[in-house]
């Protein structure tokens, strides 16, 4: 074949017309004639849009997939501690109350965020960290990157508090700093030990404490009736810092337990019980073995070394549906001998015939309501 040289490095039109004929060989496989003009551009188009939008569309289900798994990963019991801020005025951390905050809610895996922003400085507020994603607030479109919790704590000294105990105005004054959080508010009240006991002489203090324990509780009892406001009472610093740690695992996990209650209350039976006593079986058949004790071991008037007797002789169910069809199937199963004790030499016991006839009965009835017994 010989082969021609063209040098295209002029421009000259006119060397344009003494270029060779190219005889372009096509596979019959995928075109059987050169198409007409405008033709292939029209193919070739179409071919590449659909190819483009599978690609696209698959690249978009992978993304939505990963993001769902980040999503469950951020909510799942464990990993959802990671992802949780608590935040703090800074004022209310430095008391002396709450010197443990820091030390316990980042032993839980939290963080601890001051913020000088909130309304008032004995708050605590929760606020969950998410994967960037579009959200629409108020017409406009915003990337969302976190989420706040609709639950807070108001954590305050009784001396702060007793004023308006001793007035009356403590439901008053929760529901306006409930109303400026936006959040519903727990109450927890430091009162360290004795704080009530007389030191048995007349000091300048003496006179500070207006309210007496009969009043506090009081005040508390109608904060619960009239405000809808839990309040809880703490003794000591660590107990104000573990109170914060319990809420925060509260609500970090709060959503993966409200998706899982929902759908146990869709289901028919009860699905947490409907675990119980299970064998692991791996992928490769490991543990199919165990599984066919433990069906045995569950049956009534059955026992673990009934079940083991009978998984030794009989290594599958298959394996004692075809010893039961044989004539003498039952009494060979009632004959086994069962060991009384994991003794080498121990006695043995027969398993009996009435077992073995209602395994008869359970392996064999061509009848799902037959009664087994």
């Not at 009240?189 to 009043?215: C, E, L």
């Amino acid at each position: 074949m010989d082969t021609v040289t063209i040098d295209l490095s002029e421009d000259d039109s006119d060397n344009l017309d003494d270029l060779p004929e190219l005889n372009l060989g096509v596979k019959r496989s995928h075109v059987n004639e050169i198409p007409q003009s405008g033709s292939i551009g029209t193919h070739t188009c179409t071919d590449l849009t659909n190819g483009s939008t599978k690609n696209i569309n698959c690249k978009s289900k992978h993304i939505d997939q990963a993001a769902d798994k980040q999503s469950l990963k951020i909510l799942k019991p464990g990993e959802c501690m990671k992802h949780m801020v608590v935040e703090m005025h800074p004022t209310l951390m430095e008391r002396w109350y709450c010197a443990d905050v820091l030390r316990e809610v980042g032993a839980s895996g939290a963080r601890v965020q001051t913020s000088s922003t909130l309304c008032d400085v004995a708050l605590v507020m929760w606020r969950r960290l998410l994967e960037p994603t579009l959200k629409n607030s108020d017409g406009m479109v915003a990337l969302a990157t976190e989420e706040k919790s609709d639950h807070g704590l108001y954590i305050t000294h009784l001396d702060d508090i007793q004023t308006y105990i001793h007035t009356q105005t403590l439901s008053k004054h929760m529901k306006e700093v409930a109303d400026l959080a936006g959040c519903k508010l727990t109450l927890v009240v430091f009162a360290p030990k004795n704080y009530f006991k007389s030191s048995g002489r007349k000091t300048s203090n003496s006179n500070h404490k207006i309210i007496q324990p009969v009043d506090v509780e009081m005040a508390l009892t109608d904060l619960l009736v009239s405000s809808d406001c839990d309040t809880i009472t703490v003794t000591t610093p660590n107990e104000v810092a573990l109170t914060i740690v319990h809420f925060t695992k509260a609500i970090a996990e709060s959503p993966y337990k409200q998706a899982k209650r929902l759908v146990d209350e869709q289901a028919d039976f009860y699905m947490r019980g409907d675990n119980k006593k299970c064998v692991p079986v791996a992928a490769n058949g490991s543990g199919i073995g165990m599984l066919w004790q433990q069906m045995l071991a569950v049956l009534p008037h059955s026992s673990l070394e009934t079940a083991r007797t009978i998984r030794g002789q009989y290594q599958t169910p298959r394996a004692l549906y075809k010893a039961l069809m044989k004539p003498s199937g039952v009494d060979d199963l009632a004959n086994l001998g069962v060991s009384r004790s994991a003794v080498p030499g121990a006695k043995t016991r027969r398993i009996g015939n009435e077992f073995a006839r209602k395994l008869y009965v359970l392996f064999t009835a061509d009848d799902g309501d037959s009664l087994v017994e």
